[in-house]
């Protein structure tokens, strides 16, 4: 379900702008309010959603579960640290869903220049940095020698 912007409840601050995986929420130059370029390349991650403090961003649910007709609301409480879903069907009838929060608190994340530098050896690696010490693992599981779809 890509997201979409109430103009009206938008104050363009950009926090929607920073936090898009995919880029594609910018702040109109004219009328200062956030908006997303390009729907079809959403990644459906509802950052954007969870990040705007004046809950202007919504999502346009898809017509094979939410016919015409329907709404799809989403609203992130700060307080209690959850994200809740309020479907209505075309039909009147309503769902809502509540959900935790599970993000990791706002700027907890190390940034790049916390970690070392890898080591020259490790860039042939087809491990990523840091793994498995920032999966918090002592090591990434494997498949055993010889298991099927492996080399023996």
């Not at 459906?44 to 705007?52: D, L, M, P, T």
Request: proline share 9%; glycine share 6%; net charge negative.
């Amino acid at each position: 379900m890509p997201t979409f912007v109430y103009m009206g409840r938008c104050d363009g601050c950009g926090q929607c702008v920073d936090i898009c995986p995919s880029d594609i929420m910018h702040i109109d130059p004219v009328y200062r309010r956030s908006y997303n370029v390009e729907p079809n390349f959403c990644w459906e991650c509802y950052s954007c959603v969870k990040a705007c403090p004046q809950h202007a961003i919504d999502v346009r649910g898809y017509a094979d579960f939410n016919p015409l007709g329907h709404r799809v609301r989403v609203h992130r409480d700060t307080e209690l640290q959850t994200v809740a879903w309020k479907i209505r069907y075309r039909d009147g009838r309503i769902k809502e869903f509540e959900f935790p929060i599970r993000t990791t608190p706002w700027g907890s994340l190390r940034g790049p220049s916390d970690y070392a530098a890898p080591a020259t050896k490790d860039l042939d690696s087809v491990m990523l940095a840091h793994e498995p010490e920032a999966l918090h693992v002592e090591h990434l599981p494997t498949l055993p020698r010889g298991a099927a779809g492996t080399a023996p």
